[in-house]
């Protein structure tokens, strides 16, 4: 990781908040509350050379403890140019989150993407 950002805020993408390429799984101002389960998990599956390697997130929105969020952000070894994003909850349906992927080429997001929506 080159830099992390400090910002309060979540910007639409592009953001210079960010100096590489980055994954917004959801980005917002969540928070692990400590003492309890929630925390972000990591697992690799498969093999050369088709491994993913799963990023899982347990968490909660800042001051607002009631609200619930679990995701994850799938990498595929064979597919670099993929990244999935599978939702279980998000107390507020992503309503003041910033999700996508933004390339460090002249803080451009290169962004194709496919939505399916359970209601």
């Given at each position: 990781?080159?830099?992390?950002?400090?910002?309060?805020?979540?910007?639409?993408?592009?953001?210079?908040?960010?100096?590489?390429?980055t994954v917004f799984g959801y980005w917002d101002d969540l928070y692990i509350k400590a003492g309890t389960s929630q925390n972000i998990y990591y697992a690799v599956n498969g093999i050369a050379p088709n491994r993913t390697i799963t990023f899982e997130f347990y968490c909660t929105h800042y001051g607002l403890f009631?609200?619930?969020?679990?995701?994850?952000?799938?990498?595929?070894?064979?597919l670099p140019n993929i990244v999935k994003y599978i939702y279980f909850e998000a107390s507020d349906s992503g309503s003041s989150a910033t999700i996508?992927?933004?390339?460090?080429?002249?803080?451009?997001?290169?962004?194709?993407?496919?939505c399916i929506l359970k209601c």
């Open positions: 990781m080159s830099s992390c950002s400090t910002t309060y805020s979540n910007q639409l993408l592009p953001s210079s908040s960010f100096a590489g390429p009631s609200e619930y969020y679990h995701f994850q952000i799938v990498f595929f070894e064979n996508g992927v933004q390339s460090k080429l002249f803080f451009v997001s290169l962004m194709k993407y496919m």
